[in-house]
């Protein structure tokens, strides 16, 4: 499991950091590290580019898991840099961002955009299977999220526009309604699908989610 | 209280049913135009729902202006573009207008579209729109509340025969029947014998088919469907057909196709009726009727 992220293009990055001169890095070992978003690399790269573009950057970390508790102690480890820049530049998911504004009394501004929770099938290879709705079907649907994997998160069958098995607004990416019903099938449950789904219940848990473990 | 599609569907004549697009923008006299030569010619009008998730007038809309002009709407309702609030309230509005057949689609994914960027809502599927009907029919909204006022209408779904796999698209199909789809009017159909199969399996269901026929326009047109379109698959000796008519004449053999096709239909009473689709054409629907002997 991994938080999928993408570099945001310079040009936003540019325009985020507009006013803001001195910047200090954070990239995370983990997830970003993983996808070459945010990794030692990627924040190198970044810190010439910023160089290149006038920006002085006051230094730079890349904190082991950007969204754990430890992410206080490494941006104290680097107060003195981070004092003397005017905003930090955040090379992980939004989930580090957010760790980080919690620290950082100055402006935290993203380079990435978070996509989503990723399962790698083959290196490299990730494919978004869960939307977290927080009412898992997976047990009447072949262990398949239609509601992760049907672009229309349609809960009763396909629609019209199964095209040889394959979703019409991608074709390459499967139909999920397709691939449901061949495991049913193959597991002798196509009973499951035949069964109604009502209505969603989409308030579940009503944004924002948060839990507390006893 | 019935409906005038109802009552036909019921006769056991063959029903004929078309489809209005409404404008993108304001001018609606093409709309009134088309309604105006199809009104006394089929027996009820679908009227699209941003269809294809291209933004244009509403669908109600449409059907209002059919009622106006002495028609017979069928009112087009996609999950796209509203959650089940604005679904339902639009229901109880096309009641009050005596506006009472409904054809529940899932829609279109909004990225196929000229409005790309937009949200999907999908709060609600077709099966779940159906079962809606029902619920708001026996005085209750989806909340289990008391509606001070009930609804009652003709409601119908889609199917595609050629879906490809077809099985779960058939099982769907048993899940409307069973959310009280009362007729079908099915995805675009050209190979009469594939689709006699399909009827044979249909009519072990209580509910009426009108095959959906869509005007073939030239060869690129139909080949571009088969490639294109999800379902569609327009047979080689069709597009043969089309290919050798004379240059400006494609048009012509289309009307003469899609005629012949509903003549055969209705001959061997193959299914209930059939829904014309001349997309954007529609003042070319008589002549496929006259040339099909209706």
Redesign the interface.
Known sequence: MKSITKQKTFDEIKEQLDGLDKVFIVGCGTCATMTKTGGRDEVLGMKDRLQELGKIVTGWTVIPTACDEMTEVALRENSGAISSSNCILVMSCALGVHKISCYIDRPVIPALDTLFIGLEDEPGNFHEVCAQCGQCVLGQTAGICPLTAC???????????????MC??DITKDCA??L??RRL?AQGR?DL??K?????N?QATPRPRTTKIA | MSTRFKEALNSGEFVITSEIGPPKGTNIDKMHHHIDILKDKVVAMNVTDHQSSVMRFPSIGGCLAIKERGGEPILQMTC?DRN?LALQAELLFAYTRGVMNVLCL????V??GDHKEAK?V???????LL?TIRQLESGKD?GGNDLDGAVEFCAGA?V?PE???V???L??F??KV??GAEFFQT?AIYDLDKFAKFMKYARKFPVKILAGIVLLTSARMAKYMTENV??IFVPQNLVDELAAAPKGEAINKGIEIAGRMIAALNKDSICDGVHVMAIGREELVPDILTAAGL
Not at chain 1, 151 to 165: A, F, S, V
Not at chain 1, 196 to 200: D, E, G, R
Request: glycine letters at 12%.
């Open positions: 672009h229309k998160g349609l809960l009763n069958g396909p629609c019209g526009g199964t095209n040889k098995g019409e607004v309604w397709t449901i019903h099938e196509l699908m035949r109604y789904q009502p209505p969603k989409y | 796209r089940r899932t829609g279109d994914a990225p196929v999907g999908f709060d609600l599927d077709s099966v779940q079962r989806l889609i595609t879906a490809n796999p099985e779960p698209q099982l769907k048993e899940k069973d959310a995805q999800p379902g």
